[in-house]
C-alpha cells in the first residue's frame, strides 16, 4: 500500500511498482489508507512522511496499533525533523529519502518482503523489469 499525497509521487510509485511485477495500491492520505487496511491485508506501507491532516507518522502510529508486523517503508524529503522522529519511534523497517531512485525503492522492498512479514500482497515479485523512471 502506497501512501502520498502529491499526485505525481503517488503515481510514479504506482507505476513503478507495477512495471517492477509487483501489485500496488496507492492512495493520497492516510485515512483513506486506514480504510483501504480494514478491507485488505497487505505485506507493506509505503508512505510519504509530511501530508497534510495525517501525518505519516501518525498513519505509522495507527498501523502499529492494528498490526505490528506489518513491515513499513516512510519515504520523506525532511529526514532531520522532528516529525521524522516521532515515526522512528513506531519502528518503520526502513527510510527512504526523496527523490528516491527505482533502484534503491525496488531493492528496500525485495529486502523488506523478504524478510517475511505475513500477509496477502502489496508487492510480490512475480517478473521485475526495468523502467526508465528513476526518482520520485
Wanted: proline residues 4%; aromatic residues 4%; glycine residues 8%.
Amino acid at each position: 500500500l502506497a501512501v502520498d499525497d502529491h499526485d505525481g509521487v503517488r503515481e510514479y510509485l504506482e507505476r513503478a511498482l507495477e512495471r517492477c511485477g509487483w501489485d500496488c495500491t496507492a492512495v493520497e492520505s492516510g485515512a483513506l489508507a486506514l480504510k483501504e487496511m480494514e478491507c485488505t491485508t497487505y505485506d507493506l506501507l509505503l508512505t510519504d512522511l509530511v501530508m497534510p491532516a495525517m501525518t505519516g507518522a501518525q498513519l505509522v502510529g495507527e498501523v502499529r496499533k492494528r498490526n505490528r508486523d506489518l513491515q513499513v517503508i516512510i519515504i520523506t524529503a525532511y529526514p532531520e525533523t522532528k516529525l521524522m522522529a516521532e515515526a522512528m519511534g513506531a519502528g518503520p523497517f526502513a527510510v527512504l529519502r526523496k527523490p528516491t531512485r527505482l533502484q534503491d525503492l525496488r531493492q528496500i522492498l525485495g529486502t523488506a518482503i523478504g524478510s517475511g512479514s505475513p500477509g496477502a500482497a502489496m508487492a510480490k515479485a512475480t517478473n521485475p523489469v526495468e523502467t526508465g523512471d528513476d526518482q520520485a
